[in-house]
């Protein structure tokens, strides 16, 4: 019968028992961004500085980050929808990025960026205008 009593008990005691609620997940403090910008490419913070790398055997400008957080710079051209030239400079962060494209004709136009191809592009500016770049 003391066994029954010690069972109750432990039930008793496990059900009464207030689960303290899990803390939040702390925030994590980082220098990787979760996408690039277009002003990405204008400045390199200290903390990108570190790792500042350029190597002229790959078609990158110059890298930054560090393995599985590169952020690459290229200078790119290509042209419009409508057939004309463009050139610019772009940074990628893996699959996506943005710069800047500068055409004859137009100010400078801010785009986003996506890898088609190895050292393909096809990126799109705010007005939905589209663009076949290829990394020089």
């Not at 277009?38 to 913070?45: E, G, M």
């Not at 055409?103 to 205008?129: H, V």
Request: charged share 25%; hydrophobic share 30%; with cysteine.
């Amino acid at each position: 019968m003391q066994k029954n009593y010690s069972i109750l008990f432990l039930l008793v005691f496990i059900f009464s028992c207030k689960r303290a609620s899990a803390p939040p997940p702390p925030e994590i403090n980082s220098f990787y961004k979760l996408t690039v910008t277009a002003d990405d490419r204008k400045t390199i913070t200290a903390e990108e500085a570190k790792t500042y790398h350029v190597n002229h055997t790959y078609q990158y400008e110059y890298r930054t980050g560090d393995p599985g957080h590169y952020e690459y710079n290229y200078d790119v051209k290509g042209i419009n929808s409508k057939g004309d030239s463009v050139r610019g400079n772009i940074n990628v962060q893996g699959k996506f990025g943005a710069g800047i494209l500068i055409a004859d004709t137009i100010p400078d136009i801010e785009i986003n960026t996506e890898w088609i191809s190895y050292g393909k592009l096809k990126a799109s500016d705010k007005e939905g205008n589209e663009y076949q770049l290829i990394v020089k």
